[in-house]
């Protein structure tokens, strides 16, 4: 039987450790970021039966080191062609060792770039980066936005990333476990910015003003291992979109995500 064809996707890894998603359509498959050692890359690709030999693209956000730790190697190991804004190449750059000048490319952000059968569109966040970009991905009318690493979502990005078939959405702590924490409060400070991180409120707040008729999975990511729990972002997430009259489980999937453990390749 011949695979189900369309707009597929993997969150293979999303956490405070380490971020990796898989998009796939019938003519092209890219990384967006790679925040994990190639090895492991690879393991998750083959969890999910695929392999980093057939990537053909690798489309970064931003320099922070749980989204950019593996690009040098797959860049040199696997030949992929690099997307990222220029600001952010001149951070990375240093961090990631050599890659060929023919496989650096310019991504900047609120654009729109076309790889075969699939649109990209580029759109800066809140955060403390350079230049911080996110990505909603078009195929065949699916789209699916990935929204995580901001400290607020603006009317702007709302705009963006309304009604998408797919979303995978920042839950990054609960305030009072980050509160209460062993960070200390110039780093708890940081989180709780405009230009940190979505707590499990504000990620639900977030998505309750944009999911639409046509939403299907949405994913909860990039957790931190130190202020969260899968369990409590979940159920604060489900229990804010029921308030609201959402179809949680009937309409759409809220799905989890893991740091080291890749999410079923689904079609949206």
Not at 32 to 61: W, Y
Not at 187 to 201: A, Y
Not at 250 to 265: G, V, W
């Amino acid at each position: 039987m011949s695979e189900e064809v369309g707009l597929k996707v993997s969150v293979l890894a999303s956490g405070s450790t380490g971020n990796a998603t898989y998009i796939e359509t019938p003519k092209q498959k890219l990384l967006i970021d790679a925040g994990l050692s190639g090895k492991k890359i690879e393991g998750l690709m083959n969890s999910i039966g695929r392999t980093l030999k057939d990537v053909d693209k690798l489309l970064v956000t931003h320099e922070h080191s749980d989204h950019i730790k593996g690009v040098g190697v797959l860049a040199r190991r696997y030949g992929l062609d690099v997307y990222a804004n220029e600001k952010t190449w001149e951070q990375m750059a240093p961090k990631i060792g050599q890659v060929k000048t023919e496989q650096k490319h310019i991504f900047e952000r609120e654009t729109v770039q076309t790889f075969g059968d699939l649109d990209v569109q580029s759109f800066g966040v809140s955060h403390d980066a350079t230049d911080p970009q996110f990505y909603e991905v078009h195929y065949a009318g699916k789209t699916f936005a990935i929204v995580t690493d901001t400290g607020y979502v603006s009317d702007r990005i709302k705009g963006i990333v309304e009604n998408a078939d797919g979303y995978l959405f920042e839950c990054n702590h609960d305030t009072e476990m980050l509160r209460a924490g062993i960070y200390p409060w110039s780093l708890k400070q940081r989180i709780l910015s405009d230009q940190g991180h979505l707590s499990n409120e504000d990620g639900a707040n977030a998505l309750t003003s944009v999911l639409g008729a046509r939403t299907k999975r949405i994913y909860l990511g990039h957790l931190s291992q130190e202020n969260n729990v899968k369990e409590l972002a979940h159920l604060t997430v489900q229990r804010q979109m029921q308030a609201k009259d959402f179809g949680v489980g009937q309409d759409f999937l809220l799905l989890d995500t893991d740091p080291a453990q890749a999410t079923e390749l689904a079609v949206l």
